[in-house]
């Protein structure tokens, strides 16, 4: 049952929306992202224009649609309105001062940073966490402001690792995350493992130079729980903790390998459902090979960087689409069998199980960041330091490996 309380004279004032001030002060309460609208003049002899919003948002990922809502006092916005396109470059807690020179009214404000052409000929800014590039869809009016709709036509993430740049309260800020790991795990099993992982990945990407990952299996995807090394792998990306993709033959075998004929099945048919077709015998001959050989090997160059470009960043949207990724992996299996430590050409990740106390991954470590071009020594001691690494974090959980 709920209560409903009438409000004084006194509460009605402090709550009225017709205060601009207090209107101003309540909405100040909750964090806003800081982006800088650019786009290329119609004049080319005259300077590009640029203004600090803090509205902008995604609308729509079908088709792709963002927004941002410039106030209509804006002496920049006609221009970028006449420019019919713009890129939204969201700038990092570094970028304080790019938002401050942005915010004045001046002249030739982009002399003074680094920046190139997006394809629609807007300015994009060197060290930004993300750029996004659209065409003008839509304006809409809606008070003292318009919402701005835009198609976007490219996008990527930045040059910078920074944080992104928070308005809070009429102060500038940034995120504070003494640890990064992914929400979910909050309601799995293997939050003690992703906990006990980090010091040891810290190590591991220290001391090879190479990106580590915690993955975990949750609702039947593959989800990266925790990183370190980020960025050392050829396609790596700040954006790591979170991705995941569906568990499917013959991808993340180490997952299936240990869970019995049950868990088997559905990874098989996983992949049957994207691919229609799947050799059954193909895929229990790579269970039992990692079975026995206590770890897996990813090879390919191609089907990395396809796999990379799909999964590059989280999405709680959309599965990953792997009908590109699963054939090549499946027809090369079919030519060569199952892939060994043994044979190093085109090797491009190494993984290690994590055992927990009933004898189950909990979790597995990955070690990215290989050309596939290097030599068999190499290979070898890093599976050792990742293998010793797994042990390590296997006994920190009270785990049990399986005879």
């Known amino acids: 049952m709920t209560q409903s309380i009438r ?17 101003r002060y309540v909405l100040g309460q909750y964090p806003t992202g800081v982006t800088l609208i650019t786009a290329a003049s119609p004049d080319p002899a005259a300077d590009p224009a640029g203004m600090v919003v803090g509205t902008f948002s995604s609308v729509s990922l079908d088709p792709p649609l963002v927004a941002f809502m410039p106030d209509r006092r804006s002496t920049s916005w006609p221009k970028i309105r006449e420019a019919g396109s713009f890129c939204a470059n969201v700038l990092t807690a570094a970028q304080q001062d790019v938002c401050r020179s942005f915010s004045r009214k ?20 060197e060290g930004t966490a993300a750029w996004i590039d659209c065409d003008i869809e839509d304006v809409i009016r809606a008070g003292d402001h318009d919402i701005v709709i835009g198609r976007v036509k490219a996008l990527g993430v930045g040059s ?8 809070l309260r009429g102060g500038y800020g940034s995120f504070s995350i003494p640890s990064i790991i992914s929400p979910a795990t909050a309601l799995t099993r293997h939050v003690k493992a992703a906990d006990a992982a980090r010091p040891e990945i810290e190590a591991l990407a220290d001391e090879l130079q190479l990106e580590v990952l915690v993955s975990g299996v949750v609702d039947d995807s593959v989800v990266v729980l925790t990183a370190a090394g ?13 991705v995941s993709f569906g568990l499917a033959a013959p991808l993340a075998p180490l997952h299936v390998a ?14 049957r459902e994207v691919l229609g077709e799947v050799d059954d015998q193909l895929a229990h001959a790579e269970l039992q090979h990692v079975r026995n050989a206590g770890y897996a090997v990813s090879v390919d160059v191609g089907a990395a960087a396809e796999f990379e470009r799909i999964v590059h ?7 990953p689409d792997l009908s590109g990724v699963l054939p090549r992996l499946i027809e090369r299996a079919a030519a060569t069998g199952p892939v060994s430590i043994d044979d190093p050409a085109g090797v491009t990740s190494l993984h290690a199980p994590v055992f927990d106390g009933a004898g189950q991954v909990a979790v597995t470590l990955t070690l990215n960041g290989f050309t596939g071009n290097e030599p068999g020594e190499r290979l070898r001691a890093c599976l050792d330091r990742l293998m010793a690494a797994a042990a390590s974090i296997t006994e920190a959980i009270g785990g049990t490996r399986p005879e």
Do not use: C, H
């Open 160 to 167: 910078s690792k920074d944080l992104p740049l928070l308005f």
């Open 258 to 271: 240990w869970a019995g004929k049950p868990a088997e099945a559905r990874w098989i048919a996983n992949a």
């Open 106 to 125: 001046s002249e030739d404000k982009f002399s003074a940073y680094e920046w190139a052409e997006s394809p629609s000929g807007s300015p994009r800014l």
């Open 313 to 319: 960043v989280p999405s709680d949207t959309a599965a």
């Open 7 to 23: 409000a004084s004279a006194t509460d009605t004032q402090e709550t009225s929306p017709e205060d601009a001030a207090w209107f």
């Open 230 to 242: 980020m960025g050392r792998s050829p396609a790596g990306s700040p954006s790591r903790v979170g």
